[in-house]
C-alpha cells in the first residue's frame, strides 16, 4: 500500500511539474508575440517620424531657401517610399500679432469669436497691461498686480511680451478654451503689428475693422502693389483700396516665420503636427523650430 501510495506521489508531482512547465510555455509564447507586436509598432512609429522630419525639412527649404510663397508650398503632397507626406503653410505675418498689434484689433478679434464674460476693449485692455512694462492699468478694465493679485495666489502679470500664444491664458479671465478659438488668428512673429493683406486669411482679413471687403480686393490689390513697386511709390491706388483698414494692415511683407502643418501616413498609420519656422540669423543654419503643437489629421 505505501508503494502504491508513493506511485501516486510521483504522478502527481509529475502532473504539477507538467502544468507549470505549460504555463511557463504559454507566458514566454505571450511574451515572444507582445515582444513582436511592441517591436512592430516601435517600428511603425519611427517611419512616422521620419516622415514628418522629411517634410518639415523640405517645408523649411522651400520656405527659407527658395524663397516660395506659402500658398506655393500648401497642399503639396509627396510620395517617401511606402509613405505619404502633405505639406500646409501660412504665413505668421497674415496674423495678428499679440505684441505689435494696437487695441482696435485685440477688439475686435475678441467680437470675433462671440467671447462671453468681458467686453472686447476689456481683452484689448489686459493683453495690453499684460505685455507692457508699466504697472498702471489701462483704462477701459486693464488689469495689473492688483488685479492678479486679487484673482488668486501665484497670479501676475508678465509685463514683458508673449513669447507663446498659450501664454495668452494667463492674461486675467481669458480661459484655455478661449485660447482654443483664438489662436488660428494670433502669433507672436510679427512684430511690427501690421497684418501683411496678401499673406492673410479671409477669416482674418474680415474681422479687421473696415476689413470686410478686403477678400475681395486681393487680386486688385496685387495688381497695384506691383504696379506701386514698378513707380516706385507714385501710385495711391493701394491705399485706396485699402480704405479705413490702410491703420492695421500692409501690403509689403517679408516674411520671416511660418506655420507649416506636415501630415504623415503610413498604412494605417497617421500624425500631423504644427510647426512654427523663424528664419535664423546664424550662417549653418536656415530656421529654427519655435513650437510645435500635435493635431488631428485632416483637420
Known sequence: MRRGGRDGFILVSVLVSLIVLGGLAAAVAYL??????????????????????SGLELA????????????LVNGQRIRLNDGVVTLFAASEAGKIDLNGAPPELLAALWTAIGAPGMRPETFAARVIDYRDLDDEPSDNGGAEIPQYSAAGPNRLPANAPFERIDELQNVLDVTPAQVRQLRPYLTVHNPDGKIAVLEASVATLRLIPGGARLADQIPALK????????NEGQSDAVERLLGDAAK???????????????????GGSRRAVDFVLTASRAPDALYFVTDRIERRPGR
Open 248 to 266: 492695421f494692415v500692409t501690403v509689403e511683407s517679408e516674411p520671416k516665420a511660418f506655420t507649416v502643418r506636415v501630415e504623415a501616413e503610413r
Open 223 to 230: 495688381a497695384a502693389a506691383q504696379t506701386e513697386r514698378q
Open 60 to 71: 523649411g527649404y522651400e520656405l527659407f531657401s527658395l524663397r516660395r510663397p506659402a500658398e
Open 32 to 53: 515572444t508575440r507582445t515582444a513582436v507586436v511592441g517591436a512592430a509598432s516601435a517600428r511603425e512609429a519611427l517611419v512616422i517620424d521620419a516622415l514628418m522630419q
